[in-house]
């Protein structure tokens, strides 16, 4: 009779002590900090001890759980472990310590297990790459032009300030105005997909000039955008790129240095001063826990009432809103008075809007198809920066958008023709 035996390794048991720490530290900041500053939000301080005992035991069967998915491949365990980080931890809490109703944390719980499948599932890939000597030609070429109409539109037409994260409102304002049509494909195109996965390209093929030729695109795209996220991205890029020889030390580093940050968040903000915390309160409320807030009121205005994706592009010719305005409007006008405020939603809330728990199921496991098929592919590992990127992207934004606007689709393609090289791969 065989026996089954379980090894734990030293690695795998420090990633999630990690993980559970960085739990901890944002438990801290929304009992000390979201829940009174961001009150009138929707933050509410009222705890539920039997959903914070409820919320523990899920979050390590969810830890047990990713043992299976460990031992199989590293690429796909780093994306588990930052699917807890932004989707599980922050929705748990909401849950428990601000005792709302329990679908947006069972969805996320259901995305989370859907995505264990991923290991087992692998895509067989033709080869249709372009012959080596040409890659680089083609991914400058391709850079080039798409940017030329951009440059033609915007011209010089920067403020310096923008680049200093100052008069970022005012620079997007502007950028609004002009942003139109084909131009917005390509603008996104360029910025999320395009220029990210060309400097990758060069810094593996150690092409300096090349990376500071795409590394100011990057920031002549952020100036006349003020899009934070194109800010951001050179620098995840270069992070995950430099940080760590492989994916579980790039994960490690990354996860280290966020629970290091959490910890120095309170001195940077005493030193800074003002009336609200930027660091421990406005950074931290806006990556982790407005888009559970927002998660939960998409479940809350749509429940028992699918949207049928009536404002998605050629399907809205058949179905037609309900409501005139678009919905992200209409979320913050009844929900924070704000109606020229847009409130994002990702792949989950998304999921909700437009089939209810059905379409909870259906993209948790097109997610889990995209990145079985992102293992597949076995790309360079500093590439992994790109894929943090568009994890956060799904995040914020529905799932048909972050495939055209936010460039997956166009990555895809990329990957087949360009990006990928058995040579390379580590």
């Known amino acids: 009779m065989s026996k089954f035996k379980i090894t734990l390794t030293k690695e795998f048991l420090i990633l999630n002590a990690l993980i559970a720490l960085i739990y901890v530290a944002l438990e801290l900041y929304y009992h000390n900090v979201i829940s009174v500053i961001y009150e009138y939000m929707g933050f509410k301080a009222d705890f539920n001890s039997g959903k914070y005992i409820i919320t523990k035991i899920v979050f390590l069967l969810l830890l047990a759980l990713s043992y299976t998915i460990y031992n199989r491949t590293k690429f796909l365990y780093s994306i588990y472990l930052l699917l807890l980080f932004f989707f599980y931890i922050p929705n748990a809490i909401l849950f428990s310590f601000s005792n709302i ?6 969805s996320n719980v259901f995305f989370i297990c859907v995505f264990l499948i991923t290991p087992y599932i692998k895509f067989p890939l033709p080869n249709i790459g372009i012959p080596q000597q040409y890659k680089g030609i083609t991914l400058i070429a391709l850079s080039v032009i798409l940017l030329i109409p951009i440059i033609l539109t915007f011209k010089l037409n920067i403020n310096l300030k923008t680049l200093f994260l100052s008069e970022i409102y005012e620079t997007r304002e502007n950028f609004s105005k002009y942003l139109d049509g084909y131009l917005a494909y390509l603008y996104n195109f360029e910025a999320k997909t395009i220029i990210p996965a060309a400097l990758v390209f060069f810094m593996i093929r150690k092409k300096p000039l090349l990376i500071g030729l795409f590394i100011l695109i990057l920031l002549y795209l952020f100036v006349i955008s003020g899009n934070k996220l194109v800010y951001f991205t050179p620098m995840i890029v270069v992070f995950f790129y430099y940080v760590g020889k492989d994916y579980m030390s790039q994960i490690t580093y990354f996860l280290l240095i966020t629970l290091c940050l959490f910890a120095l968040f309170p001195f940077f903000d005493a030193y800074i001063g003002g009336p609200k915390p930027f660091f421990g309160g406005i950074f931290i409320n806006r990556f982790f826990f407005i888009p559970a807030l927002t998660t939960h ?20 010719h058949f179905i037609k809103s309900p409501y005139d305005m678009p919905v992200g409007f209409l979320i913050t006008k009844v929900y924070w008075g704000a109606p020229t405020a847009f409130a994002s939603n990702g792949i989950i809330s998304d999921g909700f809007m437009n089939l209810g728990y059905y379409g909870v199921g259906l993209f948790s496991v097109i997610f889990a198809l995209l990145f079985s098929f992102f293992n597949s592919l076995n790309l360079h590992k500093g590439f992994y920066g790109i894929f943090f990127s568009y994890i956060y992207i799904i995040l914020s934004a529905p799932l048909l958008t972050c495939f055209i606007t936010g460039g997956i689709f166009l990555f895809i393609l990329m990957s087949f023709t360009i990006l990928s090289d058995k040579k390379l791969i580590n």
Do not use: L
């Open 101 to 106: 109703p329990g679908g947006p944390f069972v």
């Open 297 to 316: 009121f998409y479940f809350d205005f749509f429940n028992g009432h699918p949207f049928y994706f009536a404002e998605t592009h050629f399907i809205n």
